[in-house]
């Protein structure tokens, strides 16, 4: 009997993949031969299509040929038969090239031109996918390189169809076209050969091909099956070596758990390397040992913390399942830490927080800006919930702030990978909308696609309305609320514009109060704002619909008049204006009367830019001013040449001081009973090198007006320190000195310092000093003067009240400690003796001064007869022209020496009446 074969059964089941792998191998490499055998069989297909081309082609030409010769229609027969060979060839090639073809349509064109039915399958196959491959291309290159020449032939065909049809055709004619045929074949037959010999070269490579590619999947599933056989012999030795192995190298701790006691069987390297105890010392350990407070056996996932060598305790997740274990139930127990996912949790959990508790809105959208989510922010800003919102693009609601919508150059920013920051116009759920700061970002994912935006937005509508505040007061006046000069100017610089391309006038009306800061000195500086505000309530409400009213300082203000024919028309305007401020205006308890002067300059007669317009008129104004107050006048040439005038002096008065053109002289004061020199009174000089001698009235008030008040302050009272010490050493009467002092710098914060300074420098008294102060600078100072008073009084500084009775006096200040004197003003002795009305004032002046103990010293003293009535009224002091003018400092020493009488014609001492 045959040896019995062993049975598949009697093989180790782990043998039985290598049988599987061995009917593999050889399945395979019968398929490998069953595509050769077909792949040969669509190359001899092919190889006999190329040899139908090939002769199809040669005898169209033979027959194209002979037609030519003999007109023969037989012979045109042959040609169109063979031609139609070639074009149903091309056909198919193009068709299958093109990629989209009908297969029965190509499998019945093939049928025509002889192929073999059973390499149909196969030339589809090859033109379909092998047209690139080595010769294939090259082959239908040359093939398709003819198709002009075979197309030029049936022109050639149908030129000489139609030739024939008329009668025989000239020889000359056809041996022409004659000729064209063996042309176009000599460019044919080359081509056809390269298409011929390149089909049977590929035909060869394609056998090489094939040969060796069932020789290489031959050796390669033998190998494979030789490598697969080896492995599995390998792993039935080395299958617990490798477990051994995926087991120890595991990067969660792995304990094999013994189901029945709960005693621990086995452990990997990182349970030893986390409990921090070798496998010896944990094998028979009892598993719930490793927790803090135990581990339950149930199935499933378990959370607890593992025990350290050290103490330390570990968060883990552990998951146990039921297996056999050599016939063993074995609960295997697979123990992760969970430390960083729980950190991670904690930081989602206060990110989640953070975003639920910011105050600005906050929105998650997806790719299509979808909104998923919100934070509670954005419910209290737009009044939208999540509910209302998901699904929603989160930009529906949102618009330029000039109502277009997100342009799509934000989403191209952001699909770049910037971020979008702008502010935008949004929507709330009640319809309202509102200005906020929008910035949006995007999440990417691993591709680097967009997978979220988040766009997180402020509401700006405190911060635009606080910017729009700021703009106002950039461009108003905050006292009146009206343009100041940089707004003026801008709204000047449009109407201009305006009046020039509609040939029309503008003009401008500069207007300044008169004697306002008379209002200040004598109703305090609040009083006098209170008053500019009611002026410019009555300037716009004598305006017309289209004028400008503006304040560009001071108590000076600006009218813009525009469309108008010429600037004339503006004098209309002006009396109406005039005529409202000359209305008494009631301020709290007071009631002021005021005046203005005005000046008018136009467009285009007097400048074509608004700078250039304000000045003239402010020239116009001031010759207003001077002139008769309480007018307007119109701008000319003329005023603008005053006005540089003053611009010049104010330039040249910043340089006086530092070029020393200051000088003092000196008014003396007399007792009138003795005559005798008692006081001399500083008055400021300024000597132009080029101007000559410039009047107080004229440099002073530009001083104050240019800040400058205080320096020339403090160069008098440090020149007239150094003349008392001079007039010191040289022995003269030890004689008063009265300064005129500026409010600005009685309300200095060192002014008292100051003079306390001076006087120490040059060693003078200070009692010898006396500084003069009108009431209305008093007024003005109010409590700071008190202050400034007492320091002064502390020092032992006199202080004298210049012009009194003149501004609007308030009593009380008589009672400060300093005022050691009274002026009493030129205009109230001009009319002494004979006006009762002055008479009577300055004996009420007299006689309150010696009530309160106050010395009076009379000014503007011209006539014998003023000396009389004040000295029989009680004057002691006086000064005036009847005594001396302000005179040089060589001419007041002269007089204060001892023995030296005067003889000069400005001193007249009147003698003491007996």
Same mark, same amino acid.
């Given at each position: ?220 599933? %033998? *190998?494979?099956?030789? !490598? ?5 012999? &390998?792993?039935? @030795?080395?299958?617990? =070596? $490798?477990?051994? /192995? ?74 146990? %399942? *039921?297996?056999?274990? !050599? ?5 295997? &127990?697979?123990? @992760?830490?969970?430390? =960083? $996912?729980?950190? /991670? ?75 979008? *920051? ?493």
């Amino acid at each position: 009997m045959p040896a019995a074969v062993p049975s598949a059964h009697s093989l180790p089941r782990r043998l039985l993949p290598l049988a599987y792998g061995l009917a593999a191998v050889i399945g395979l490499i019968l398929v490998f031969i069953w595509g050769a055998l077909q792949i040969q069989v669509a190359l001899a297909g092919f190889l006999n299509g190329e040899s139908i081309w090939s002769k199809a082609q040669k005898q169209a030409v033979i027959d194209l040929r002979v037609y030519a010769a003999s007109g023969d229609p037989a012979d045109l027969a042959g040609f169109r038969r063979n031609y139609e060979i070639l074009r149903t060839d091309r056909w198919i090639r193009d068709a299958i090239a093109a990629g989209h073809y009908d297969r029965a349509e190509v499998t019945a064109a093939l049928d025509r031109v002889n192929t073999m039915p059973a390499a149909v399958p196969g030339v589809i196959f090859m033109l379909d996918h092998f047209a690139t491959a080595p010769y294939m291309r090259q082959a239908l290159a040359a093939w398709r390189s003819t198709d002009a020449q075979l197309a030029e032939l049936d022109a050639i065909a149908g030129q000489l169809q139609a030739g024939h049809a008329h009668g025989p055709m000239d020889p000359a004619e056809v041996g022409r076209q004659q000729a064209r045929i063996r042309a176009l074949n000599d460019l044919i037959e080359p081509r056809s050969l390269v298409f011929s010999l390149q089909i049977a070269r590929g035909a060869s490579w394609m056998g090489r091909v094939l040969f060796g590619t069932i020789f290489a999947a031959a050796c390669l599933a %033998s *190998l494979l099956w030789l !490598r697969m056989a080896r492995r599995i012999l &390998a792993g039935i @030795r080395g299958t617990e =070596e $490798r477990y051994r /192995l995926l087991f120890d190298r595991a990067p969660d701790a792995i304990v094999m758990v013994d189901e029945q006691g709960g005693r621990i069987l086995d452990v990997n390297d990182k349970a030893c390397e986390w409990i921090g105890r070798s496998p010896r010392e944990l094998v028979g350990t009892p598993f719930a040992a490793l927790f803090k407070g135990g581990t339950p056996h149930a199935e499933g996932i378990t959370h607890g913390l593992l025990r350290g060598r050290e103490g330390e305790a570990r968060p883990v997740e552990t998951q146990s %399942s *039921l297996v056999s274990w !050599r016939e063993r139930a074995v609960r295997q &127990a697979i123990v @992760r830490d969970i430390s =960083e $996912r729980l950190s /991670l949790e904690q930081e989602r959990r206060i990110a989640a927080e953070a975003l639920a508790s910011i105050a600005e809105g906050v929105i998650i959208a997806d790719a299509r800006r979808r909104v998923v989510s919100v934070n509670a922010a954005h419910m209290a800003i737009t009044g939208l919930s999540l509910q209302e919102m998901q699904g929603r693009r989160f930009d529906e609601l949102r618009c330029l702030p000039d109502q277009s919508p997100l342009p799509p150059s934000v989403w191209e920013t952001l699909h770049n990978g910037g971020n979008w *920051l702008g502010e935008v116009h949004s929507q709330r759920a009640d319809g309202s909308v509102y200005p906020e700061l929008l910035s949006i970002s995007v999440i990417r994912d691993a591709q680097d696609r967009v997978q979220h935006y988040v766009a997180v937005f402020t509401n700006i509508s405190t911060t635009k309305s606080n910017q729009r505040r700021l703009e106002h007061l950039a461009t108003h006046d905050p006292l009146t609320g009206l343009p100041n000069r940089a707004e003026f100017e801008r709204r000047c610089a449009l109407a201009i514009a305006t009046a020039d391309r509609e040939h029309g006038a503008v003009a401008v009306l500069f207007i300044d109060l008169d004697a306002f800061k008379v209002v200040n000195d004598s109703y305090s500086h609040a009083i006098g704002d209170r008053l500019l505000v009611q002026v410019a309530e009555r300037i716009n409400r004598g305006l017309g619909e289209h004028d400008v009213a503006g304040r560009i300082g001071g108590d000076e203000f600006t009218v813009l008049i525009g469309r108008l024919v010429s600037r004339e028309q503006a004098g209309v305007l002006a009396q109406r204006l005039l005529a409202l401020l000359g209305e008494p205006m009631k301020v709290g308890e007071y009631e002021v009367a005021l005046s203005a002067s005005i000046g008018i300059a136009g467009y285009p007669l007097d400048g074509s830019e608004p700078v250039t317009l304000i000045a003239n008129a402010d020239a116009a104004m001031y010759a207003a001013k001077t002139q008769e107050r309480n007018t307007y006048r119109f701008y000319s040439p003329m005023m603008q040449a005053d006005a540089r005038k003053r611009l010049a002096l104010a330039a040249e008065l910043r340089q006086a001081l530092a070029r020393g053109e200051f000088r003092l002289v000196y008014q003396p004061s007399v007792d009138m009973r003795s005559g005798r020199v008692v006081a001399v009174e500083a008055l400021l000089r300024w000597r132009h090198p080029a101007r000559g001698e410039v009047s107080p009235g004229e440099f002073i008030p530009m001083a104050e007006k240019l800040g400058l008040i205080r320096h020339v302050d403090d160069w008098v009272l440090q020149a007239v320190a150094r003349q008392m010490r001079r007039w010191d050493e040289e022995n003269l009467p030890p004689i008063r000195v009265a300064v005129n002092i500026s409010a600005g710098s009685y309300g200095a914060p060192h002014f008292v310092e100051d003079v306390r300074r001076r006087l120490v420098a040059e060693r003078v008294a200070p009692q010898r000093l006396l500084l003069e102060i009108t009431e209305g600078a008093i007024l003005r100072l109010g409590d700071e003067m008190e202050r400034t008073m007492n320091a002064l009084h502390a020092l032992g500084v006199g202080v004298a009240i210049d012009d009194f009775g003149t501004g609007y006096s308030s009593m009380s200040y008589l009672k400060l400690p300093a005022i050691a004197f009274l002026k009493i003003d030129k205009s109230f002795v001009d009319g002494l003796p004979g006006s009762s009305h002055d008479a009577a004032i300055v004996e009420a002046m007299l006689a309150l001064s010696k009530r309160l103990g106050l010395c009076a010293i009379a000014e503007g003293i011209e006539t014998e007869a003023q000396h009389e009535f004040l000295l029989r009224a009680g004057c002691t002091e006086g000064q005036g022209y009847l005594y001396a003018r302000a005179l040089e400092v060589p001419e007041i020493e002269r007089m204060l020496r001892p023995g030296q009488r005067s003889g000069g014609p400005k001193l007249r001492l009147v003698p003491p009446t007996r």
